[in-house]
């Protein structure tokens, strides 16, 4: 079996994208997870501020989820244009 | 000698059986030993209650138990058995397989523990209630092993279908990604929900009362949080069945790869957040019941966006088997 150059540049390319979605996604699941265990801890103990509180969670889930969008990228970026 | 088919097998069923068993103990003794941490707490507050805690924290260490016994099955299948049709390709799915149950016993050994430990410590706050914490601490610690369940058919699926009819560029592959997908995925599922009825016990033992609300959500918490590890089993249905073209490139041999890893670390992080959003809410219901619709909403939003990072990961696995 002839391997070639391209060959292994390709294939490093895909297991490089697995690699980065993969490992990118841990993050942020679990700072958001965070975010929405503290933000229901805080409702149970100001109910009439649901409002404020879940839209505070949604901003923080947001800088969060950054990071897994990056991976998104990176990962999309190996698969179809490098 | 490297083309001797059976010492590849043998190799990879032997490597596959050790890390079954070495990943799979991981879990259920940390697990176990939060358990029995948290009884001797118990214990040290109300010594005279010393036998039903011990009672509650052996059960609960049984459950816990399953996952590394699960483990233990598959390593010793793995070390004692006769391959009917030997190639190279099954050398590759035991060994697939070993990594499946090892990894896949780690979350829910781990999740086990906390409904267990909490149970015994509720135990001594409310003696009274003992029947529905141990009932609610065995229906918690069930759906925890739901993962390393998961991960044990998939392991099986592996050792026992012939796949040897498939070509072994790039199946090999295939076969490694699908144990790498169910069982990373479900470290983080078994963890999670293993949070969710950690609160559940928790919150039971506070405020016996709201246990139908609580058992409520923390099964729809686990149930959600049980998403991530089936996204990974997915993936491995989709791996294991798919039948490839025979290509000696390594390019078709990493896509297959590489999908069968983002799944399977894509799942780890979503699952334990989930359960974190689930801990939070449930442990918040069993305080202030009457909100508990609010806080089954906002839990349910924080799950979603947690979630979105998995959901990304599987788009990306399937892209890689389908796509590119």
């Known amino acids: 079996m002839a391997v070639e150059g391209a060959d292994i540049i390709k294939a490093a390319a895909f297991l490089g994208a697995g690699l980065a979605m993969g490992l990118g996604a841990i993050g942020p699941g679990v700072g958001e997870g965070m975010a929405a265990a503290k933000t229901c801890e805080a409702i149970g103990k100001n109910p009439q501020e649901a409002g404020l509180l879940t839209r505070t969670m949604l901003v923080g889930q947001a800088v969060s989820e950054s990071t897994g969008i990056y991976s998104l990228v990176i990962a999309l970026l190996l698969l179809f244009v490098v | 000698m490297l083309n001797d088919i059976q010492t590849w097998i043998n190799v990879a069923a032997y490597t596959g059986g050790g890390m079954a068993m070495g990943l799979g103990a991981i879990g259920a003794a940390i697990g176990e030993g939060y358990t029995a941490a948290q009884a001797n707490a118990a214990v040290s507050r109300n010594t005279e209650l010393s036998g039903d805690i011990l009672k509650s924290m052996l059960v609960g260490q049984a459950i816990a138990e399953s996952a590394s016994i699960f483990a233990l099955v598959i390593a010793i299948l793995l070390l004692f058995l006769s391959v009917s049709n030997p190639s190279l390709l099954t050398a590759a799915a035991l060994f697939g397989g070993g990594l499946c149950m090892g990894f896949g016993a780690i979350g829910s050994g781990v999740g086990s523990g906390f409904p267990a430990g909490q149970a015994c410590k509720g135990l001594v706050r ?9 009932t609610n601490m ?3 610690s069930a759906v925890c092993q739901t993962p390393a369940i998961f991960s044990m058919v998939v392991a099986l699926m592996l050792i026992f279908i012939d796949f040897s009819g498939a070509p072994l560029l790039p199946t090999w592959a295939a076969l490694i990604g699908a144990g ?4 990373l995925a479900a470290i983080g599922s078994g963890f999670g929900g293993g949070l969710a009825a950690g609160a559940s016990c928790e919150g039971v033992a506070r405020q016996p009362e709201t246990v139908g609300n609580v058992t409520t959500i923390m099964l729809i918490g686990q149930a959600v ?3 991530a590890s089936i996204f990974g ?3 491995s249905f989709v791996l294991m069945f798919k039948s490839y073209p025979e ?5 078709a041999s990493m896509c297959l790869l590489a999908a069968g890893i983002s799944s399977g670390f894509g799942g780890i992080g979503p699952g334990i957040g989930n359960g974190m959003a689930a801990e939070g809410a449930v442990r918040w219901v069993a305080r202030d019941v009457e909100n508990a619709g609010g806080l089954m909403r ?3 939003v924080g799950q979603a966006v947690s979630q979105s990072t998995a959901i990304y990961a599987m788009v990306v696995s399937l892209c890689l088997i389908f796509v590119v």
């Open chain 2, 180 to 183: 790498l997908s169910t069982g």
């Open chain 2, 225 to 227: 949080s049980q998403t």
């Open chain 2, 126 to 134: 409310q003696p009274q209630v003992a029947g529905k914490l141990t």
């Open chain 2, 138 to 140: 065995l229906i918690g």
């Open chain 2, 298 to 300: 906002t839990m349910l």
């Open chain 2, 247 to 251: 290509s000696a490139a390594l390019t």
């Open chain 2, 233 to 235: 089993l997915l993936i």
